[in-house]
């Protein structure tokens, strides 16, 4: 925490509190998406609670993966939750983590990978800013393929474009429910590692008593057990227990 607060620009100390809270989720399902209802999701549901939690007024936006690092650039957003990268750590604070969710290899069903090893020379469909991890990027002869979104890379998995799609557990079965896909359509996920949703703030609109507020928030969710209890039921909705947790 202290280092945190050691980053902060002189006089941010000063600075009013947002009167309400500005959030951007990631338009992924099953995070964030709109309806005739407004903006929903499991990421929407985690960032008002934590907004509750904090004692704030909160409004909540849903916005494409990309969006988000620039809103918190340009100080249109307050407060983010995803996946880091040097990208968003350039313009803003990780104030607390959220969320570790496994990161797998998904695979069709009739060509399934069953180990890292088996991608080379193969290709491979992952999502712009997604943090990839050195035990893909030393895969010999790995054809990376960026691209939009994990629906993206679900569709170019299915069209044959590509051998496998790399994401989150949630993120790429998501995206194939989203297009009307069943877990029983692709292979049993590969496992690769785990990677933490943090709470991520606007360097703009951070301020010592903001941080500590959202800190503690956080912790207070993960103790008794709110944010897991969303997740579990977000896994509960696929129906499948080949999903990895």
Not at 90 to 100: E, G, K, M, S
Not at 123 to 129: E, F, Q
Not at 183 to 210: D, G, I, K, N, Y
Not at 230 to 244: I, K, S, V
Request: glycine share 6%.
């Amino acid at each position: 925490m202290a280092s945190l607060f050691a980053c902060l620009p002189v006089g941010s100390a000063q600075a009013a509190e947002p009167v309400v809270l500005r959030i951007d989720t990631i338009q992924s399902e099953p995070f964030g998406r709109v309806g005739p209802q407004g903006p929903s999701g499991l990421m929407v549901e985690i960032g008002l609670l934590i907004a509750q939690r904090a004692g704030l007024a909160a409004e909540n936006r849903v916005v494409p993966y990309a969006r988000t690092v620039l809103s918190l650039q340009d100080g249109s957003t307050d407060m983010v939750l995803r996946f880091t990268n040097d990208e968003i750590k350039a313009v803003a604070h990780q104030v607390a983590p959220v969320l570790p969710l496994p990161t797998v290899l998904v695979s069709r069903r009739e060509a399934p990978l069953q180990r890292l090893e088996d991608l080379s020379h193969l290709s491979l469909a992952v999502p712009r800013s997604f943090p990839m991890p050195e035990s893909l990027a030393r895969v010999p002869y790995l054809r990376v393929q960026w691209v939009n979104s994990n629906e993206h890379a679900i569709q170019m998995l299915m069209g044959r474009r590509v051998d496998a799609a790399y994401g989150s557990n949630l993120g790429l079965f998501g995206a194939a429910r989203g297009v009307g896909l069943r877990m029983q359509e692709f292979a049993r996920p590969l496992v690769v590692e785990r990677q933490t949703f943090w709470l991520h703030l606007s360097r703009r609109s951070a301020t010592p008593a903001l941080i500590e507020r959202l800190t503690k928030a956080v912790d207070s969710l993960h103790r008794d057990g709110s944010i897991t209890r969303l997740y579990q039921r977000a896994l509960e909705e696929f129906g499948d227990d080949r999903m990895p947790v």
